[in-house]
């Protein structure tokens, strides 16, 4: 019995060391993936924590400048050679634009779409470079999928507000205007699943710097883009006025500060100068004013874009609201010695021009100073090369998404009022036993306020 006793008590010892090895073996290895991810989190940090000059260079942009320009300018110092360069594209682009505000509102929408795409381009591209190496997997795709996303939404927002009667004629449209908001969530949604299968272990936290890359993208381009064809179904006039006071303040703080700069405004943009931010300040106010008063006087200007659906046509017909009527206003004491006037005929909308061109070259130039901080933070001159002397479609428009913003914040709190029209719109969308309630509900309103006689109650 003795010798059994042993030999289980032998036999209990060594599965006790058995186990007692396995644990030990358990927590070595516990230690080392401890370790790993230890080194992980720290190379992480040290990706967080690199500084600027550890940024990985962007390949400068090629010089787009056309040969004959090239040739012609080719005797000339290489400021001046810049100067011409970027006016001469300056007119290019001006007399372009002209051009297509003449041919209507509709080719303008096109306008603020393709600049808005070209600007996300030129912004994702660069992301797309200085990670380039680590190649992650389906930014790009996923970049531009999130951009038709965000666009698919926004624009059947616009289509649902002012094209609703249009749509409710269109059977094999009603489907997708009542369950947008519905389909663009589930876009999406797809899109969002789609990113979080791409995620590989070794690129974690590049694939969610990029991920917020393209977003803030998108917010940067995609909503204020909306913002803008906004602004333009208000009246061209609200397109036209703060987008050409912003190129105006472009155009006039370059040629102040090239003629006259001497006193550097700030070092983000060291070219930048105090002479030329507040040369192109007081000739923005003033061309706002006077191009105001131009504009004014026509209706295809002043009045609201509307889709006719009739004739299948954009049309800009009404009454001129009183913004754009003539009023006397009383010159001030201190003027009427100067211009030698008592009274003087303006249009109240000229007053509205002057808060817009001061918001222009005052805080629009900060866009600019923005854009200027960004490019400097990953080393490259231009967002790219489209034009030549200018830079990409970003840089002559990175003021002008603080100025779409400004403009609809301003019309919603000092200009809108209820409209006719659209309301009219949405009552013709419903149903008619609801639109018999509303014209009951209207009729008793009405003959309650001594509008309707009481006898046409019926």
């Given at each position: 019995?003795?010798?059994?006793?042993?030999?289980?008590?032998?036999?209990?010892?060594?599965?006790?060391?058995?186990?007692?090895?396995?644990?030990?073996?358990?927590?070595?290895?516990?230690?080392?993936?401890?370790?790993?991810?230890?080194?992980?989190?720290?190379?992480?940090?040290?990706?967080?924590?690199?500084?600027?000059?550890?940024?990985?260079?962007?390949?400068?942009?090629?010089?787009?400048?056309?040969?004959?320009?090239?040739?012609?300018?080719?005797?000339?110092?290489?400021?001046?050679?810049?100067?011409?360069?970027?006016?001469?594209?300056?007119?290019?682009?001006?007399?372009?634009?002209?051009?297509?505000?003449?041919?209507?509102?509709?080719?303008?929408?096109?306008?603020?779409?393709?600049?808005?795409?070209?600007c996300f381009h030129e912004i994702i591209t660069i992301g797309y470079r200085v990670y380039?190496?680590?190649?992650?997997?389906?930014?790009?795709?996923?970049?531009?999928?999130?951009?038709?996303?965000?666009?698919?939404?926004?624009?059947?927002?616009?289509?649902?507000?002012?094209?609703?009667?249009?749509?409710?004629?269109?059977?094999?449209?009603?489907?997708?205007?009542?369950?947008?908001?519905?389909?663009?969530?589930?876009?999406y949604l797809a899109g969002f699943c789609m990113f979080v299968l791409s995620l590989v272990?070794?690129?974690?936290?590049?694939?969610?710097?990029?991920?917020?890359?393209?977003?803030?993208?998108?917010?940067?381009?995609v909503t204020q883009s909306h913002l803008v064809i906004q602004n333009l179904f208000e009246?061209?006039?609200?397109?036209?006025?703060?987008?050409?006071?912003?190129?105006?303040?472009?155009?006039?703080?370059?040629?102040?500060?090239?003629?006259?700069?001497?006193?550097?405004?700030?070092?983000?943009?060291?070219?930048?100068?105090?002479?030329?931010?507040?040369?192109?300040?007081?000739?923005?106010?003033?061309?706002?004013?006077?191009?105001?008063?131009?504009?004014?006087?026509?209706?295809?200007?002043?009045?609201?874009?509307?889709?006719?659906?009739?004739?299948?046509?954009?049309?800009?017909?009404?009454?001129?609201?009183?913004?754009?009527?003539?009023?006397?206003?009383?010159?001030?004491?201190?003027?009427?010695?100067?211009?030698?006037?008592?009274?003087?005929?303006?249009?109240?909308?000229?007053?509205?021009?002057?808060?817009?061109?001061?918001?222009?070259?005052?805080?629009?130039?900060?866009?600019?100073?923005?854009?200027?901080?960004?490019?400097?933070?990953?080393?490259?001159?231009?967002?790219?090369?489209?034009?030549?002397?200018?830079?990409?479609?970003?840089?002559?428009?990175?003021?002008?998404?603080?100025?779409?913003?400004?403009?609809?914040?301003?019309?919603?709190?000092?200009?809108?009022?209820?409209?006719?029209?659209?309301?009219?719109?949405?009552?013709?969308?419903?149903?008619?036993?609801?639109?018999?309630?509303?014209?009951?509900?209207?009729?008793?309103?009405?003959?309650?306020?001594?509008?309707?006689?009481?006898?046409?109650?019926?």
């Amino acid at each position: 019995m003795s010798a059994r006793r042993r030999r289980r008590a032998d036999a209990d010892d060594e599965e006790e060391e058995e186990e007692g090895k396995k644990k030990e073996e358990e927590e070595e290895e516990e230690e080392d993936g401890s370790d790993r991810e230890v080194d992980l989190d720290e190379g992480l940090v040290d990706l967080d924590l690199r500084n600027d000059s550890d940024t990985p260079d962007v390949p400068p942009p090629t010089d787009s400048t056309p040969e004959i320009l090239k040739r012609a300018l080719s005797g000339l110092s290489a400021r001046w050679k810049n100067w011409w360069i970027r006016g001469i594209l300056s007119l290019a682009m001006i007399s372009m634009f002209f051009l297509i505000i003449y041919m209507g509102s509709f080719m303008l929408m096109l306008l603020v779409l393709g600049i808005q795409v070209k600007c996300f381009h030129e912004i994702i591209t660069i992301g797309y470079r200085v990670y380039h190496s680590y190649d992650l997997p389906w930014f790009r795709s996923l970049s531009w999928y999130f951009l038709l996303c965000v666009n698919y939404f926004f624009y059947g927002e616009t289509v649902a507000d002012y094209f609703g009667t249009f749509v409710q004629r269109r059977e094999q449209l009603q489907f997708l205007i009542r369950y947008h908001r519905f389909i663009s969530f589930a876009l999406y949604l797809a899109g969002f699943c789609m990113f979080v299968l791409s995620l590989v272990k070794k690129h974690y936290r590049l694939q969610f710097y990029m991920f917020a890359w393209t977003h803030v993208t998108l917010l940067i381009t995609v909503t204020q883009s909306h913002l803008v064809i906004q602004n333009l179904f208000e009246g061209m006039i609200w397109f036209l006025v703060p987008i050409s006071s912003v190129i105006c303040n472009d155009i006039a703080a370059y040629i102040f500060g090239f003629f006259f700069g001497r006193t550097p405004l700030i070092k983000l943009s060291p070219k930048k100068t105090w002479e030329g931010f507040i040369g192109g300040g007081v000739s923005t106010v003033l061309f706002g004013f006077v191009f105001s008063y131009f504009l004014a006087q026509y209706q295809y200007f002043v009045c609201p874009v509307e889709y006719n659906s009739e004739t299948n046509r954009f049309v800009t017909e009404c009454e001129p609201s009183e913004l754009f009527q003539l009023k006397k206003y009383s010159v001030p004491l201190l003027l009427q010695a100067v211009l030698g006037w008592e009274t003087v005929n303006m249009y109240p909308f000229q007053m509205h021009s002057i808060a817009l061109s001061t918001f222009a070259s005052l805080i629009g130039p900060f866009g600019g100073f923005f854009a200027s901080g960004f490019k400097r933070a990953f080393k490259i001159k231009d967002f790219a090369d489209t034009i030549p002397g200018h830079g990409g479609i970003m840089d002559r428009f990175d003021c002008q998404y603080l100025m779409a913003t400004f403009v609809h914040v301003y019309i919603t709190s000092f200009i809108r009022g209820p409209n006719p029209s659209k309301v009219l719109k949405q009552l013709l969308v419903l149903q008619p036993e609801q639109q018999l309630n509303v014209y009951r509900t209207l009729k008793s309103h009405l003959v309650e306020k001594g509008i309707l006689q009481p006898s046409l109650r019926g």
